[in-house]
């Protein structure tokens, strides 16, 4: 079965930093690309970043543009978000996901919380 698992959430300062892992398993990762979204309290879910199946090419929201950066590395099975220069309004529940064949998300993880507080 498909599972994506994300760690590495938790608090920061604004302007500090905290570094996100997604690791995948139940299919051939290097083969599909993926995403990051968020949902903060009371919010829609808002989408972050994607990345294609060999890391060549990225996307960026708006908000998070120069701050945040995707990457991973298919021969462990994980996708990563860097998150710096952390502002309050980047607290929220941090999601990945599956981009399918048909270009929906498929699978998600179960999420992990990053606070940005002082």
């Known amino acids: 079965q498909v599972q994506l698992v994300e760690s590495g959430g938790g608090l920061a300062q604004p302007g500090g930093s905290l570094r996100l892992s997604c690791a995948a398993s139940?299919?051939?990762?290097?083969?599909?690309?993926m995403i990051w979204a968020r949902q903060a309290p009371g919010k829609g879910l808002e989408w972050v970043s994607s990345i294609y199946s060999d890391g060549s090419v990225t996307y960026y929201a708006d908000s998070v543009k120069g701050r945040f950066t995707i990457s991973r590395d298919n021969a462990k099975n994980t996708l990563y978000l860097q998150m710096n220069s952390l502002k309050p309004e980047d607290t929220a529940l941090y999601y990945c996901?599956?981009?399918?064949?048909?270009?929906?998300?498929?699978?998600w993880g179960q999420g992990t919380q990053v606070t940005v507080s002082s």
């Open positions: 996901a599956k981009v399918s064949l048909a270009r929906a998300y498929d699978y």
């Open positions: 139940g299919f051939t990762f290097r083969s599909y690309a």
